[in-house]
């Protein structure tokens, strides 16, 4: 034991070997693997007639989704769904965060208050919005409306997501030096000036480490469709229904490139902005 | 920056708001679980605790909730353990590569649920399949444990860098053994990291519904997939109900912990505000 101890500790190179084998293994083995198989499974097709997985290199499910026009229009609209999510979250949270660490003498109160609905169930969440949502629900009897639908479902994933946005805004806003926005009103600027030159460059990072989370959680979501959108089709409805009763695993596989591509063209483009430090 | 009493009135006016619109949801749940009537009419008119002794002896749920903690459990176990490998590494080592480890590290949570399931559901297919290893609550715990990783090495990662070498160094110039170094230096001091980290991770796994959909062998029901199979069942809603509610109430649970354990900060977002 003592020798092995011995043995190692004059062997840093060893040591980090054996504290990164296993956990590469499993995340490149177990996940990059996965991966890996997907991406290769979706130039394969499936055999109309006989319903089995052709493995042969194909471009026709890429094809088939540039050129048919449902495939197009459902992108389309789940990149709107995640965008509008991502405007309304950090519409509502920008003002929240900011009144928690800049005006409120509750912060840990009020974090914790933010922090505990994060804790609740997902699906709880989606289903007490289907309560509300409903034909003669509290919603319908008091607005009239907007019922199941595409609204609803930007809605609800804005309820869900909205703790997500909150939270790393706070932290950067809270990591902001109080002193640095007196210093900044002293210095003769108003409120509007110390927001554009003090605030921002603060909150443009924390806002974007949000976005991350909100438009990678709607980008992938289908089941908040499913139980208050209605008929509405996001990208992971398609992706699930060629799974399930299409039964053609190398087109649900081409198709969820489509968020995986959108996913990574924003994180290299939010990434120079240090949102990436933030989550 | 000084604010004038206006602008103050408006910021606490929107997070009040903001406040109304996170909780009304949630109280709606715990209320309708006590509705005497079964269609829900709205307001509710007679109030029972029948949908609740109801719920309780409910075989589907009770399994469903074993299942779930369960696969929590493990997912957790493998979590805390290559979570911590991973931050060790990262923290004391310089080596090619330690950027993109980390960036592996988030990607299943960073990349969206129905990827990382339809990408382990289709290794599993094509490998494991013709291993003979057929998706059972296994599958399930593999993908769980593959997204949680990041929660236990960001809590881990953050108290590491917090803590430094020092007390280690020191406690090896004073003649332990590597092991001892451990058991009573490094070890107190990362362990309410590894507390948050797991208790975050545990939450993620209980919660986690989409890549499970996709893990899942047939008979594996989680919590959440059995609330999910019995959303649309109109007879069903009394005991889903009941079962939201208990949902809601438990989620204080572990903000009281992560309170307990290491004041109001750890475990937000992945404990990324306790560096």
Redesign the interface.
């Known amino acids: 034991m003592t020798s092995l101890g011995s043995y190692l500790h004059r062997h840093p190179r060893l040591r980090l070997a054996g504290l990164l084998s296993a956990p590469l293994l499993w995340l490149v083995v177990a996940y990059l693997g996965a991966l890996a198989v997907l991406l290769v499974s979706a130039f394969w097709t499936v055999n109309g007639f006989t319903g089995e997985v052709v493995r042969e290199f194909s471009l026709a499910n890429f094809r088939t989704i540039l050129t048919e026009e449902v495939y197009r229009n459902v992108s389309l609209r789940s990149l709107g769904v995640a965008v509008s999510v991502t405007v309304i979250c950090a519409v509502i949270a920008i003002p929240m965060a900011f009144y928690m660490a800049k005006v409120s003498k509750y912060k840990n109160a009020l974090v914790i208050a933010i922090l505990t609905p994060l804790w609740a169930s997902y699906l709880v969440k989606a289903y007490a919005w289907r309560i509300l949502l409903a034909n003669g629900g509290p919603m319908d009897s008091i607005f009239g409306g907007p019922g199941y639908g595409i609204g609803a479902t930007i809605l609800v994933l804005s309820y869900l997501w909205l703790p997500y946005m909150i939270l790393p805004i706070y932290a950067g806003l809270e990591r902001l030096p109080d002193s640095l926005l007196e210093a900044s009103a002293d210095l003769g600027a108003r409120a509007g000036r110390t927001f554009r030159s003090v605030v921002l460059p603060v909150l443009i990072p924390s806002v974007l480490a949000g976005s991350i989370f909100t438009f990678s959680l709607s980008l992938g979501d289908y089941i908040t469709v499913q139980i208050v959108g209605g008929k509405t089709q996001l990208i992971g409805n398609v992706v699930y229904a060629n799974i399930g009763a299409a039964n053609n695993l190398p087109f649900a596989a081409a198709i969820a490139c489509v968020p995986v591509l959108i996913m990574v063209i924003y994180l290299v483009a939010v990434r120079r902005s240090g949102a990436l430090e933030e989550l | 920056?000084?604010?004038?009493a206006s602008?103050?009135w408006?910021?606490?006016a929107?997070?009040a708001a903001?406040?109304v619109?996170?909780?009304v949801?949630?109280l709606?749940?715990l209320v309708?679980s006590f509705n005497g009537d079964r269609t829900?009419a709205?307001p509710p008119r007679d109030l029972t605790t029948r949908w609740w002794s109801a719920a309780w002896e409910n075989e589907g749920a009770r399994q469903a909730l074993l299942t779930s903690v369960q696969a929590g459990l493990a997912a957790t176990a493998?979590a805390l353990?290559?979570?911590t490998?991973?931050a060790?590494?990262v923290q004391r080592?310089e080596?090619f590569g330690r950027d993109t480890?980390s960036l592996?590290?988030?990607?299943?949570i960073?990349?969206?649920?129905?990827?990382?399931g339809?990408?382990?559901?289709?290794?599993?297919?094509?490998?494991m399949g013709d291993l003979g290893i057929g998706k059972g609550l296994f599958s399930v715990v593999?993908g769980h444990?593959?997204f949680c990783?990041v929660t236990v090495y960001n809590n881990v990662l953050a108290r590491l860098r917090r803590t430094g070498v020092n007390l280690e160094e020191a406690s090896?110039d004073l003649g332990a053994?590597?092991?001892q170094t451990f058991r009573y230096v490094t070890f107190p001091l990362i362990r309410s990291a590894l507390l948050a980290g797991g208790l975050l991770a545990f939450?993620l796994s209980?919660?986690e519904?989409?890549v499970t959909t996709?893990t899942a062998g047939p008979g594996v029901t989680t919590l959440?997939i059995w609330?999910?199979n019995n959303?649309f069942r109109p007879n069903q809603a009394p005991i889903?109900n009941v079962v939201?509610a208990v949902?809601?109430v438990l989620?204080?649970v572990?903000?009281w912990l992560a309170?307990r354990i290491a004041g109001?900060?750890s475990g937000?977002?992945?404990g990324?505000?306790d560096a």
Not at chain 2, 1 to 4: D, I
Not at chain 2, 118 to 127: E, F, P, T
């Open positions: 920056m000084t604010l004038s602008a103050r408006a910021l606490r929107v997070m903001g406040l619109f996170i909780y949801p949630l709606l749940v309708n829900f709205w493998i353990v290559l979570g490998m991973i060790f590494a080592f080596f480890v592996l590290v988030v990607l299943p960073a990349l969206p649920g129905i990827v990382t339809i990408a382990l559901d289709s290794a599993w297919r094509s490998v593999v444990a593959t990783v090896a053994s590597g092991f939450a209980f919660d519904i989409i996709f959440p609330i999910f959303l889903v939201a949902l809601i989620s204080v572990p903000v309170q109001p900060s937000v977002l992945r990324s505000t």
